[in-house]
């Protein structure tokens, strides 16, 4: 059996703030005893950029990946030079995110992946053996979340925006027989929501002259970057929720209920190289000859056969 390195937080989620402790053990199963010259731990932790070609021009495109922003970037010695004996040994650590001597040290963004913005921090040990044998390694994500000492004191009540959804407010062609006929689609919705909380509203189809097919519920992140003098904006899905399947009665009120995806959503963040912000869309698509023959159409364009409304969504973390 080789020697394997296994990298083991204490919390099963993962999930630290950067005045706590990140604490684990570092987990090495030897066949024989083997010598090493010092195990460290290296933490990193960064916000990585990427302009797309199909966000920005051919130009903003040729930049690719900018220079990431360095968060965390520290080394730490844990074991200094000495020996494994064969079988499995277990080395505890405890480091503290936040080192209290930087006092100018980058702020702890929570950690987000998205489609051009990713923020991500990592764990790394190494266990050095010199020239004639290669270093063995392994590297561990854990998810930082804002400190309590930043976050707002009071608990936020959900901001309820009222919406109406009708021919008259689209901006994309529709059916004719939308058009003509008519449709009425009411309700309110969150655009202010905690993000341990499901975002919430209600909807009530009032009228309509074509049969629904389905009414979903889009989560939207806006990602944008500063390129020179430009910012580079990309809005892509996060998730849908289908909160109706097929025609519903009228005048029925239907509860809307999304849970917020972890790692696929953050605060919503006003950096000054970056923002990251997040929008609702409700929409609405009926029943239709043309619905029929596009059933894998984009669900970010709009279509004949769709209806739609798309809200700002501030999303916040509270203690």
């Not at 959900?158 to 008259?168: A, G, L, R, S």
């Amino acid at each position: 059996m080789s020697t394997k390195i296994e990298l083991s937080l204490s919390r099963p989620n993962r999930i630290y703030r950067p005045s706590e402790p990140l604490e684990g053990k570092i987990v090495v199963k030897s066949a024989s005893s083997i010598s090493h010259y010092g195990i460290r731990i290296a933490l990193n932790g960064s916000v990585t950029l990427q302009v797309r070609g199909g966000s920005a021009g051919v130009i903003e495109s040729l930049y690719g990946v900018l220079k990431p922003i360095t968060i965390l970037n520290r080394i730490i010695e844990i074991k200094p030079s000495g020996k494994f004996v064969s079988g499995t040994t277990e080395i505890p650590f405890s480091i503290t995110l936040r080192n209290p001597k930087e006092e100018d040290s980058e702020r702890f963004y929570e950690t987000f992946h998205g489609t051009d913005i990713s923020i991500q921090y990592l764990a790394t040990v190494e266990i050095m053996r010199g020239y004639l044998h290669k270093s063995l390694s392994a590297t561990v994500e854990f998810i930082v979340e804002s400190d309590k000492a930043d976050l707002l004191n009071q608990p936020v009540s959900p901001e309820m925006v009222i919406f109406y959804i009708t021919q008259d407010t689209q901006r994309h062609p529709i059916l004719p027989e939308l058009k003509s006929g008519g449709f009425r689609i009411t309700g309110r919705i969150s655009t202010q929501c905690p993000m341990l909380e499901p975002l919430g509203g209600e909807l009530t189809v009032e009228a309509s002259a074509l049969p629904i097919c389905s009414i979903d519920i889009h989560l939207l992140r806006v990602e944008s970057i500063l390129l020179g003098e430009r910012i580079i904006t990309e809005t892509s899905l996060v998730q849908t929720t289908q909160i109706a399947d097929g025609d519903i009665f009228r005048n029925m009120t239907v509860p809307i209920y999304v849970i917020l995806p972890r790692l696929l959503t953050c605060p919503t963040v006003l950096a000054g190289p970056f923002s990251i912000e997040f929008k609702v869309a409700i929409v609405i698509s009926f029943q239709s000859e043309l619905s029929r023959l596009h059933p894998k159409s984009d669900p970010l364009t709009p279509r004949l056969w769709m209806a739609m409304e798309t809200l700002p969504l501030e999303l916040v973390r509270t203690r």
